[in-house]
């Protein structure tokens, strides 16, 4: 006989799906303390003594039993379904509740939100069925199993099932009760079904309410309605429900002494000439795929921060969440109802790990597996369907193409026709409303805009079908590590074609997990597993603590929902799909030199949704002499449910004619100083160099070590990207940019400057630069000019690859470790890249040498600002050193060493030195997205070639 944890059956026991509802009926939490008892093996029976502790909702594996395993797309367990392994860690969990006299025990129901992966129940000793489906909910009627006083529930819980083979989402396999689990006294209003359509060309609302029973009746108080099941009300004009404007009418379905608060959003989803509209316009999303994740808790976590994250969303301006890759916990919709997100709600399916059997097996072709799939498709719909965020049914994730895709989709369809259905992987798009594809590089972004992309599909009725959908990216801009870059750009495209709809970028939190004790977040491999993803997990646009990382600051810059430009004329551009702007006020200053001088309010008169407005510009005055910048903001006039009055939404920066410096008189200056010539040391201004090698080893009376020419970075995940030809790290790796040595040539005297010459080349290898330092003192400080000219074999030769572009170009030097304080004019305040750099505005800011890192859970480059003027590194009391740019550089400083970051596997792992490490970068390589998509676009890549660049150092004040 099989086991129920390994046959096709999505359970036993189970009541019919439903919607989730807010009841007035008696219902009892029973989350909490529960006794626990973990084995290996399914066959074992717990024993009476010896029980331990455990918290529900909670991952038992984050507990200290057993082990968390993470995978991207390998299943953690021989592929043979729907038999698991032998060894199917099991959680016996069990607890007592008592029930006064008078709760009503007749009919009363069991709830489970969420249980991973297969488990099975009982009340008081009776066996009450069973149930697959981790991220979906199941109910089972108890009542007759209820008595006054102490009752006892035991669940049994077993990591691996045969919806295991269903549930591969590139994520921590996390077993146990990690939803809410209640008991709810019998529903007398068993379902309700709002359907709230929205009329846009008379702005009248159309109300059905089908609920179970038929004789409950529906109150929509503000609407001065009262109507029955399945009646039809036009209500003449009511307030549309969008994700700008999230419109909801509180209602109650009233039936036999319950009644269930439904919150009511009027809005119409349609397909109208081949796009996505609701409420008659088209829609573009701006949005993120979102796991549930909590690094201390895993996926049980707390409504507080389904808040936090929706409300960091908001801020951030994204519109739209994609549930990747399961429905969330119901309060998270509830949620986007009220503060307003459009959303795709994904069913439980992915099968990934079937690509290793080249998806021989794949229970989406397979129909013994419809019922499972099915199954999971009604709980989802059934729970989720009076959502009004909700607009968008997704099938499943990477579960390749098979005809059980089209159950799901013919059963959908007819259940719910109000919303639009999407499933990215099938390429035939026989079942789904849109074309999809994640990582779509830009040309073929373009080509699709148009309408121009190749045939995908051998069957011309489809392929004539797909080319006529809509386009969404449903992953793109992988947020792993340093990055992701290039979104500007693909904003850029996707802004350009109507038929791109947009996209969501993947994903929204990084998963490391915290462990009890511990000061660094772990991912896969921690454990000791033989098969993991690695960091992989390590890919969100927040930090495992929601800290927004660089990647969501660039983010909200590309997508913000208002474009300032200008400033002749200055222009307010209104991107959004249906509100006007009048939430909204506009400020703006002038700055010299990064230091205001002026600032006010603009008078912006009212902006209707996709219009642009003309302003003028303030009066700008100012005669301080120097570089003029006018800074134009978006703030919230007044508090919102998500962010408080002053919240910025959007900005633009604007350089502004220069009053010209007075220049002294050139015959008034000093005499530049000569160069002195010692025993083992040369003079210039207030430079000492080291004789033999031409290094600078003093400066003003500081010792320093440097600059010295650098190529070299600690390798971001992009630039790693997947290995091999996806990998530029592998292409600089081979051209021994990371073992670069460096060979004196000649220290000598020209015209006055201090002349040193170097070759710097790696061992074993044909190729190499040709570099030279031209030192001169110029007034109080010392001018540096850098020539770089490569020679050899860059272009590769028939044993050797082509190394066609440079990490970075500029020089590292070490000073004092006491030089802790940061100040520079440039842009800011966050770090920036080539491809990452719409969230840096210019402007002077300081911080610590500390503060100016970025904290990546995998160490990598990072921390450099763009586009510095000067910057001045300093001790306490103000003394150091001061870098001017010709014009500009990139500044990053540290107190380790390259080398020191790119042998770190966690935050802690980099020792501070004595110094801090600083490199005064020409330039460095695009960021890109190869970690999980397209890399660097050319003009962003840093070609090798002849480069000049030079710095000034001065004292500082």
């Known amino acids: 006989m099989t086991a129920y944890y390994e046959d096709l059956s999505p359970g036993t026991g189970m009541r019919a799906p439903r919607a989730w509802l807010r009841s007035s009926q008696p219902k009892l939490s029973l989350n909490g303390r529960w006794q626990f008892k973990f084995s290996t093996n399914p066959a074992e029976a717990p024993a009476d003594d010896d029980w331990d502790e455990l918290e529900?909702?909670?991952?038992?594996?984050?507990?200290?039993?057993?082990?968390?395993?993470?995978?991207?797309?390998?299943f953690p367990f021989p592929i043979d379904p729907p038999r698991t392994p032998e060894a199917n860690p099991t959680g016996d969990h069990r607890r007592w509740f008592d029930l006064p006299e008078d709760w009503p025990r007749d009919g009363a129901v069991l709830r489970f939100e969420g249980v991973d992966s297969c488990f099975k129940v009982w009340v008081n000793d009776a066996?009450?069925?069973?149930?697959?489906?981790?991220?979906?909910?199941?109910?089972?009627?108890?009542?007759?199993?209820?008595?006054?006083?102490?009752?006892s529930l035991a669940v049994r819980v077993h990591q691996w099932s045969s919806g295991s083979y269903l549930e591969d989402q590139d994520m921590w396999w996390l077993p146990g009760i990690f939803r809410d689990v209640t008991l709810l006294a019998r529903p007398v209003v068993e379902d309700v079904f709002v359907h709230a359509d929205y009329e846009h060309l008379t702005g009248a609302g159309i109300l059905r309410v089908d609920v179970d029973p038929s004789y409950a009746r529906i109150l929509v108080p503000e609407l001065g309605l009262e109507l029955a099941p399945e009646e039809t009300v036009t209500i003449p004009s009511v307030e549309p429900w969008s994700a700008e404007v999230p419109r909801l009418y509180d209602a109650q379905v009233v039936a036999g002494g319950e009644t269930v608060e439904?919150?009511?959003?009027?809005?119409?989803?349609?397909?109208?000439?081949?796009?996505?509209?609701?409420?008659?316009?088209?829609?573009?999303?701006?949005?993120?795929?979102?796991?549930?994740h909590d690094p201390r808790r895993g996926r049980a976590i707390s409504v507080e921060t389904m808040r936090q994250d929706l409300e960091l969303m908001k801020q951030h301006n994204i519109n739209a969440v994609r549930t990747a890759h399961y429905p969330p916990h119901p309060a998270f919709?509830?949620?986007?109802?009220?503060?307003?997100?459009?959303v795709i709600d994904e069913c439980d399916i992915e099968t990934h790990g079937f690509i290793y059997t080249d998806w021989r097996g794949n229970p989406a072709d397979d129909p013994d597996w419809?019922?499972?799939?099915?199954?999971r498709m009604r709980r989802m719909v059934e729970r989720d369907k009076n959502h009004p965020s909700v607009v968008i049914w997704s099938l499943a994730n990477e579960s390749h193409r098979g005809r059980n895709f089209g159950t799901l989709a013919e059963w959908t369809r007819e259940r719910d026709p109000s919303r639009a259905l999407f499933y990215e992987r099938d390429r035939s798009y026989e079942f789904s409303d849109f074309?999809?594809?994640?990582?779509?590089?830009?040309?073929?972004?373009?080509?699709?805009?148009?309408?121009?992309?190749?045939?995908?599909?051998?069957?011309?009725?489809?392929?004539?079908?797909?080319?006529?959908?809509?386009?969404?990216l449903a992953e793109y801009a992988h947020a792993m590590g340093n990055g992701p870059g290039g979104l500007a750009e693909y904003q850029h495209v996707l802004e350009r074609y109507p038929r791109l709809q947009g996209g969501f970028v993947w994903e929204w939190i990084d998963h490391g997990l915290l462990l009890p004790g511990a000061t660094d977040y772990v991912y896969g491999g921690h454990f000791g597993e033989r098969v993991h993803g690695a960091n992989f997990c390590i890919d969100g646009l927040l930090f495992p603590d929601r800290t927004p990382s660089p990647g969501l600051l660039e983010y909200k810059k590309v997508i913000e929902p208002v474009r300032i430009t200008g400033p002749n004329p200055l222009t307010i551009h209104n991107l959004q799909t249906f509100g006007p702007l009048d939430h909204l006020e506009f400020l703006w200053v002038e700055e010299v030199d990064g230091v205001e001088v002026a600032a006010g309010r603009l008078e912006v008169p009212g902006v209707e949704a996709g219009a642009p407005v003309e302003v003028d510009l303030p009066d700008l005055t100012s005669d301080v002499a120097g570089e003029r910048w006018l800074t134009v903001r978006a703030v919230l006039a007044k508090d919102q449910s998500w962010a408080a009055a002053g919240h910025e939404v959007a900005w633009a920066q604007f350089e502004l004619p220069s009053r010209v410096v007075e220049q002294p008189d050139a015959s008034t200056e000093a005499v530049e100083p000569k160069v002195e010539w010692g025993d083992d040391r040369v003079l210039l201004g207030e430079g000492e160099f080291d004789l033999r090698s031409g290094r600078l080893v003093r400066l003003f009376g500081v010792p320093v070590e440097g600059p010295r020419l650098d190529l070299w970075r600690a390798p971001t995940d992009n630039d790693n990207g997947q290995g091999g030809n996806n990998s530029v790290a592998v292409e600089w790796r081979a051209a021994g940019l990371d073992r670069l040595e460096h060979r004196v040539d000649e220290v000598v005297v020209e015209e006055q400057q201090l002349v040193v010459r170097e070759r710097v080349a790696p061992d074993g290898l044909g190729l190499g630069v040709r570099v030279s330092y031209r030192w001169r003192a110029v007034g109080d400080g010392l001018q540096l000019t850098v020539d770089v000219v490569p020679e050899g074999e860059w272009e590769g030769t028939a044993i050797t690859p082509r190394c066609s572009s440079w990490p970075r170009i500029g020089v590292r030097m070490a000073l004092p470790g006491s030089f802790g304080n940061v100040r520079w004019f440039g842009g800011g305040p966050g770090e920036a890249y080539a491809d990452s750099r719409e969230a840096a505005r210019i402007g002077q800011y300081e911080c610590t040498v500390d503060d100016f890192q970025t904290p990546y859970v995998v160490p990598q480059e990072n921390g450099s600002r763009i586009d510095v003027r000067w910057a001045e590194l300093t001790d306490a009391d103000g003394n150091g050193l001061r870098v001017e740019g010709a014009p500009h550089f990139q500044l990053t400083a540290r107190r380790w060493t390259t080398e020191d970051l790119e042998r770190a596997r966690h935050r802690s792992d980099p020792t501070p030195a004595e110094h801090i490490y600083v490199n005064l970068d020409l330039a460095q390589h695009g960021l890109g997205s190869a970690s999980c998509g397209p890399p660097a676009t050319p003009q962003h890549t840093l070609e090798v070639a002849e480069r000049t660049f030079a710095l000034t150092f001065r004292r500082t004040p």
């Open 333 to 342: 919709l509830d949620l986007c109802d009220e503060l307003g997100l459009w």
């Open 435 to 472: 074309y999809s594809l994640m990582y779509t590089p830009l040309d073929e972004l373009e080509r699709i805009g148009t309408r121009t992309e190749d045939v995908t599909i051998d069957e011309p009725d489809l392929e004539a079908r797909r080319r006529a959908l809509p386009f969404i």
């Open 127 to 151: 066996e009450i069925g069973t149930a697959k489906g981790s991220r979906l909910p199941s109910e089972f009627d108890v009542g007759a199993h209820l008595w006054p006083g102490r009752n």
């Open 56 to 74: 529900v909702p909670g991952h038992w594996v984050l507990q200290g039993y057993d082990r968390p395993r993470y995978t991207n797309t390998a």
């Open 262 to 292: 439904v919150r009511i959003g009027f809005r119409t989803v349609a397909m109208v000439d081949g796009l996505l509209t609701v409420n008659g316009r088209p829609l573009f999303f701006r949005g993120v795929n979102r796991h549930e």
């Open 370 to 375: 419809a019922p499972m799939m099915l199954d």
